[in-house]
């Protein structure tokens, strides 16, 4: 079988990612057709050897698109999915849009692959956030041996994360200081280059932000709502590549070495756990690999049954554009898409 699959945003590092992923794990397509703003008209994009050109969304009749993967943020996401999959195809949306709404699956297909039946007639499954991803890949393992009480994280967040202009936004900074130019800032509230900045999204009433605030409900809904999460979510001047610093406490007693063979076996877990020099991985070696890395496991003296451990991801790949595909390809292993069976009736 191969089917017909849009990608709106396909334009942004995200859309890129997904065209990319799309093309190296041989998803079976008749035709992929990128889809962005009426500026990005015609703009060149990559499927494996591919170019493309990309076309309007505003123009484009979905009817006989069997998956539509969306990059394109929540406004876009807002207006289109629910018309998107009215004429027929399934949504995986990368925005925050759905994420929380009941009859939308998040899904992390290493962690919830069976959510994935709870989709509605809306056609909508939603794409966690970047940093969840990423962490419960992690978490899930343990939580299955150990159950989970609370979780603890500060993040390291790449500025890819935020886009292209953020991108552009470091390097110009960092230039800038070597040649004594002014610091310029438009995409983020403070000086990037060579500075980390405690703010990621908007702030809300209790103090949080609401990066920090997606972090706890999404897990809880991934993986376990009885699961007490709180983070603290900082962006960092790296490029790519997400890193966590996480501390786990669990209900019942887990050794680090346990943990180690526990993430070893477990899918989408890459285990680099050394306790010397370069044992450890950082966002520098992550950038264009598939997996969740995974070190520093360490018992956590001070509390009972605790463990710390530090795990870094690609976001663009499994923080969105993988996860997305991984999606794709669990509805395609299920029979629910392109024509094989319709999202709520049993297969």
Same mark, same amino acid.
């Given at each position: 079988?191969?089917?017909?699959?849009?990608?709106?945003?396909?334009?942004?590092?995200?859309?890129?990612?997904?065209?990319?992923?799309?093309?190296?794990?041989?998803?079976?397509?008749?035709?992929?057709?990128?889809?962005?703003?009426?500026?990005?008209?015609?703009?060149?994009?990559?499927? /494996?050897?591919?170019?493309?050109?990309?076309?309007?969304?505003?123009?484009?009749?979905? &009817?006989?698109?069997?998956?539509?993967?969306?990059?394109?943020?929540?406004?876009?996401?807002?207006?289109?999915?629910?018309?998107? /999959?009215?004429?027929?195809?399934?949504?995986?949306?990368?925005?925050?849009?759905?994420?929380?709404?009941?009859?939308?699956?998040?899904?992390?297909?290493?962690?919830?692959?069976?959510?994935?039946?709870?989709?509605?007639?809306?056609?909508?499954?939603?794409?966690?956030?970047?940093?969840?991803?990423?962490?419960?890949?992690?978490?899930?393992?343990?939580?299955?041996?150990?159950?989970?009480?609370?979780?603890?994280?500060?993040?390291?967040?790449?500025?890819?994360?935020?886009?292209?202009?953020?991108?552009?936004?470091?390097?110009?900074?960092?230039?800038?200081?070597?040649?004594?130019?002014?610091?310029?800032?438009?995409?983020?509230?403070?000086?990037?280059?060579? +500075?980390?900045?405690?703010?990621?999204?908007?702030?809300?009433?209790?103090?949080? &932000?609401?990066?920090?605030?997606?972090?706890?409900?999404?897990?809880?809904?991934?993986?376990?709502?009885?699961?007490?999460?709180?983070?603290?979510?900082?962006?960092?001047?790296?490029?790519?590549?997400?890193?966590?610093?996480?501390?786990?406490?669990?209900?019942?007693?887990?050794?680090?070495?346990?943990?180690?063979?526990?993430?070893?076996?477990?899918?989408?877990?890459?285990?680099?756990?050394?306790?010397?020099?370069?044992?450890?991985?950082?966002?520098?070696?992550?950038?264009?690999?598939?997996?969740?890395?995974?070190?520093?496991?360490?018992?956590?003296? &001070?509390?009972?049954?605790?463990?710390?451990?530090?795990?870094?991801?690609? +976001?663009?790949?499994?923080?969105?554009?993988?996860?997305?595909?991984?999606?794709?390809?669990?509805?395609?292993?299920? /029979?629910?898409? /392109?024509?094989?069976?319709?999202?709520?009736?049993?297969?």
């Amino acid at each position: 079988m191969s089917l017909k699959v849009a990608v709106v945003g396909a334009t942004g590092n995200v859309g890129r990612e997904m065209l990319n992923i799309l093309a190296e794990r041989e998803f079976p397509v008749r035709e992929v057709v990128p889809l962005a703003s009426s500026r990005s008209l015609g703009k060149e994009v990559s499927y /494996g050897d591919r170019t493309l050109k990309t076309r309007v969304l505003d123009n484009f009749d979905f &009817t006989g698109t069997d998956l539509v993967l969306m990059a394109a943020g929540g406004d876009v996401a807002a207006q289109w999915a629910p018309r998107i /999959g009215a004429q027929g195809a399934i949504v995986i949306d990368n925005s925050s849009k759905f994420r929380m709404e009941p009859d939308v699956p998040l899904i992390v297909p290493e962690v919830n692959a069976e959510a994935v039946r709870k989709m509605g007639p809306r056609r909508i499954i939603a794409n966690p956030n970047c940093s969840t991803a990423q962490l419960v890949v992690a978490l899930k393992p343990l939580h299955d041996r150990a159950r989970i009480k609370r979780v603890v994280v500060a993040t390291y967040q790449s500025v890819s994360g935020k886009g292209h202009a953020a991108m552009d936004e470091l390097w110009a900074q960092t230039r800038g200081i070597f040649v004594a130019d002014p610091v310029e800032k438009s995409v983020f509230t403070k000086q990037i280059a060579f +500075n980390v900045i405690p703010h990621i999204d908007v702030f809300l009433k209790d103090g949080s &932000t609401k990066e920090e605030w997606k972090m706890r409900v999404e897990t809880q809904k991934i993986l376990d709502p009885k699961i007490a999460l709180t983070a603290t979510c900082v962006r960092v001047p790296v490029f790519v590549g997400h890193s966590e610093a996480v501390n786990v406490e669990f209900e019942e007693p887990i050794s680090d070495d346990e943990a180690r063979d526990i993430l070893r076996e477990a899918p989408g877990c890459l285990v680099v756990d050394k306790r010397e020099d370069e044992g450890y991985v950082t966002p520098v070696e992550c950038v264009g690999d598939f997996a969740t890395y995974i070190s520093r496991i360490r018992v956590d003296p &001070t509390v009972e049954h605790g463990l710390d451990m530090w795990i870094v991801s690609d +976001n663009l790949r499994k923080g969105a554009a993988l996860n997305a595909v991984q999606i794709a390809e669990l509805l395609l292993n299920r /029979g629910m898409v /392109g024509g094989q069976g319709l999202p709520g009736k049993a297969h």
